[in-house]
């Protein structure tokens, strides 16, 4: 039986963290959307669990940031850090990994930790209060479909075969690595196969949180062993001394009951303890990257656009970022302020950065880790080893500074005519710094009125101007108002933060990233309406 056909701007496919995300920034836009997803209930599986600064401030503007932490599952006062060993987890040598902490300065919230499905469930919670947002959950997606007027997506009700039709004017598929709105809009990938069977156990061991009392404030950890090759053996808390999730690389043809996995955990841990196995699966370790993420209508997110092994946490971060992406570009379109080229610059901007994520951070560890062990180890050269893993322990702190995504070379960014003319592109290696830079992350400032700048940005552009006359600021908000683009307008002296951010004009986009900057603009009023067609992509 088919029910009516139901209509909306947006058609999301797929309600994980990352539909859902992409559904509550169009909703608060405004934007008529409908989100379908094939469970009922969330997936009680422990993946996507660390969340960076940048990804919490998706959740302060989505106003669910305060019900997110109070979700968490390890108290705060424990910590949320991370740790690296070789050879065993209670072996000799370790050092602090993945400290983000490090660049909260640069953030305007603090990162955080909890497993994935505790996510979706904040997420649920705070979709379910925008009324223009509809949610069909356990409808299963089988055909998308699109033409000139807009796109069809047929669903089955997963319990009563019931069918639904829903025609949108777009379509994103949030719908995961086997992705079928990629599949069926005709989206090819680029595979990098690691030939790796990787297994993901979830079990209890209050044993092991008392011989990890060592490590105080850790609560995920990577052990290196060199017959793995630079692969890890990874362990995460899922609670605070109790459940624990491990993945690692096994034998191929291995089955849930084929294997030792107990002496496998007894042998990463280097100790005996109790545990008590809830979960055995396996997934295939592999780099997939979709060749475009836009075709016409429909375009994909999150795992459906790109897929890696979930190490360092860069997959769920990188999907909210998607979404925070391509949700004021679809309600700038289809509010009539943006154009078209706005949609193309979801694909300019984020693709090459995580192709950068891939190569430049994931593959470069697997590959700088694998080197490190064929070449030095303590029972052949001490020395040798604890200087090259010393010199690690340092590395570690740079890689987190220089996990800075940014869109340098987008097609929407304009950059001032004085600026540095080196070859700009998008990746998603750069630098923290508090300079205000087109292209990058704003980072936070105090103003005159003891508020944070981040407290006091638009829904649409900000231009935050420093020492800049009425009449100087009045010409850019009539240029904005001319194209009917929101512009929140933010007028500080000269001072302190000017010198901080050395500039003097900043345009701030809706998501956070700046698209123009300058120390001291001398334009006109065609000049400025120029400008402002370019940063929303219009004609």
């Not at 930790?113 to 925008?130: D, G, N, S």
Request: aromatic share 10%; proline share 5%; hydrophobic share 40%.
């Amino acid at each position: 039986m088919t029910t009516t056909p139901l209509t909306a701007d947006v058609v999301i496919v797929g309600g994980g963290p990352v539909g859902l995300g992409l559904a509550i920034e169009l909703g608060q836009r405004g934007i008529r959307c409908i989100l379908t997803e094939r469970y009922a209930q969330t997936q009680p599986i422990p993946r996507g669990q660390n969340l960076t600064q940048r990804t919490m401030e998706h959740f302060h503007f989505w106003g669910a940031e305060q019900e997110l932490r109070a979700a968490r599952t390890i108290p705060p006062e424990y910590g949320i850090g991370g740790l690296t060993a070789y050879g065993t987890l209670l072996g000799n040598y370790n050092y602090d990994w993945l400290q983000r902490e490090l660049v909260k300065p640069f953030y305007f919230t603090a990162n955080e930790r909890l497993p994935q499905y505790e996510t979706e469930k904040v997420l649920r919670q705070r979709l379910a209060k925008l009324p223009n947002v509809q949610t069909l959950f356990g409808w299963d997606a089988q055909t998308i479909t699109q033409d000139e007027q807009g796109t069809t997506v047929t669903l089955t009700e997963r319990n009563t075969q019931q069918q639904q039709v829903i025609h949108a004017a777009y379509a994103v598929g949030c719908d995961g690595s086997r992705s079928k709105t990629r599949e069926q809009a005709g989206i090819t990938q680029t595979l990098s196969d690691h030939d790796r069977l990787m297994v993901l156990l979830v079990f209890q061991s209050q044993e092991l949180h008392e011989l990890l009392a060592r490590y105080p404030g850790k609560s995920f950890y990577n052990v290196l062993h060199p017959d793995l090759k630079g692969y890890w053996k990874f362990f995460g808390r899922v609670d605070l001394g109790n459940t624990w999730f491990f993945h690692a690389p096994v034998p191929l043809g291995t089955t849930a009951d084929n294997f030792d996995f107990k002496a496998m955990l007894l042998e990463a841990v280097g100790a005996e303890f109790a545990l008590e196995l809830q979960r055995v699966g396996f997934w295939d370790l592999r780099f997939a990257l979709a060749d475009r993420y836009r075709a016409g209508r429909i375009f994909v997110a999150g795992d459906a656009a790109h897929s890696h092994p979930p190490y360092g946490g860069y997959g769920v971060n990188s999907g909210l970022e998607d979404a925070r992406n391509l949700g004021w570009k679809l309600a700038a379109v289809v509010q009539g302020w943006g154009g078209d080229a706005l949609l193309d610059s979801y694909d300019a901007e984020r693709r090459p950065v995580f192709a950068s994520t891939i190569q430049d951070f994931i593959a470069k560890s697997i590959e700088t880790d694998g080197d490190f062990l064929a070449h030095f180890d303590p029972q052949q050269d001490k020395t040798a080893f604890e200087a090259a893993w010393q010199q690690r322990s340092e590395g570690a702190v740079g890689e987190v500074h220089a996990f800075e995504p940014n869109y340098e070379g987008s097609p929407v960014v304009r950059h001032a005519p004085d600026a540095a003319t080196a070859a700009r592109v998008c990746s998603a290696k750069g630098s923290h710094q508090f300079k205000a830079r087109a292209g990058h992350h704003l980072a936070p400032a105090t103003l005159s009125t003891g508020q944070n700048v981040y407290e006091v940005l638009g829904t649409g552009f900000t231009l935050l101007t420093f020492g800049k006359q009425p009449k100087e600021v009045q010409m850019w908000v009539d240029a904005a108002a001319a194209l009917n683009i929101p512009l929140t307008l933010v007028a500080e002296a000269a001072g302190a933060q000017a010198d901080r951010y050395e500039a003097t004009w900043i345009m701030v986009r809706p998501d956070q990233f700046i698209a123009w900057t300058s120390q001291d603009a001398h334009l006109g009023a065609t000049q400025a309406q120029q400008l402002l067609r370019d940063i929303v992509g219009a004609p």
